[in-house]
């Protein structure tokens, strides 16, 4: 008898231990669904990045840089200047923003490039 009542003690523990690996399991795929959804949201989101803001802000560059060749007086220049550098700022973060996706969903390609390394510490 306490052989028999030993078994069930053991095949009751097995059961619930099923049924808790179970549950487990459930939430555990739950959470990679999840998980899944938010990176593709994440990655619609950066895609439409990608359109809507790096487009206008080529078009401010572009444009910064054609009114720098007209004739400005000294304050105006001053303020297309301070406008290009700003623009071309924002543009490099939001290509860093986009590197970093491309990072980490694998489809970065890396560009080799010669450089002046004195004046990206000066920058």
């Known amino acids: 008898v306490a052989v028999a009542l030993s078994h069930a003690a053991i095949l009751e523990e097995s059961m619930r231990a099923r049924d808790q690996l179970m549950e487990q399991n459930v939430a ?22 990608n359109h ?21 007086t000294p304050e105006q220049r001053l303020m297309v200047e301070t406008i ?10 939001i290509n860093d923003v986009l590197d970093l996706s491309r990072l980490e969903d694998g489809s970065l390609e890396l560009e080799i490039a010669t450089f002046n390394l004195h004046s990206v510490f000066r920058e």
């Not at 555990?28 to 895609?47: G, K, Q, S, V």
């Not at 290009?84 to 973060?93: F, H």
């Open 84 to 93: 290009l550098k700003s623009s071309n700022l924002l543009a490099t973060l």
């Open 28 to 49: 555990l795929d739950l959470a990679r669904r999840e998980a899944e959804m938010a990176i593709r949201a994440r990655n619609d989101f950066l895609a439409v990045m």
């Open 52 to 72: 809507e803001m790096r487009t206008p802000m080529h078009a401010i560059v572009a444009l910064s840089s054609l009114l720098l060749e007209t004739e400005l």
